[in-house]
């Protein structure tokens, strides 16, 4: 006869780990909470709601980095025609020049920038590990819907797949904070400024009264 014990009707269910919806890059452990936060990702991943819901969560100023493109890029991009190496330098540059007006200013900002690839990150930053990457992950399956409902964009839903095959996801190496797309925007902001905080020292921006934070100019865009 078996020695076993019969299960009971009542036996817990297994427990699978949970996908975190934040999580901080080993990088961003290492240096702490950064100052100026580039929220990044394939088109139609939610850059900007995201952005804007976190920048009125930490009472931090906000740019919209689609407005840094030149008429050229916005032109190429609405026909439905990919932006080259090239056509993305000035604007790279620009992001970057807002993000160290920020730093150079003892301020705090959110920028919004697809950043696919490692390089273009790299020309964003500077160097500079107060800078840190809001990365929107998702997979093509879980972006293309919210791509397909939204209106008022230059950039058609039919270029989300060169978008993913020039995707260069970043790793722990960088300054990094990944975000789960598939949930919902205000769990990610909530997840988000938890995340930060924890890497915080007492005297960042982050950890004073959300009436109290000083918000800095925003950057000359000229």
Known sequence: MSQHAPLSASAAPRAFPTVPLARASERLKQVGAPRVLVVMGVSGSGKSTLAQLLARRVGWPIIEG???HP????AKMSAGIPLTDADRA???EKIGAVARDWLQGGGCGIVTCSSLKRRYRDVITGGDA?????YLKG???????RLGQRTGHFMPA????????ALEEPDDSEVLLELDVTASRTSLVEAAYETLLELATPDHPLCRPADARAIAPKAALG
Request: proline share 10%.
């Open 66 to 68: 689609d407005e840094l």
């Open 71 to 74: 008429e050229a890029n916005i």
């Open 90 to 92: 000035p604007w790279l």
């Open 130 to 134: 107060r800078v840190c990457f809001v």
């Open 139 to 145: 997979r093509p399956e879980d972006i293309a819907p």
């Open 158 to 165: 039919s270029m989300l797949t060169s978008q993913f095959a």
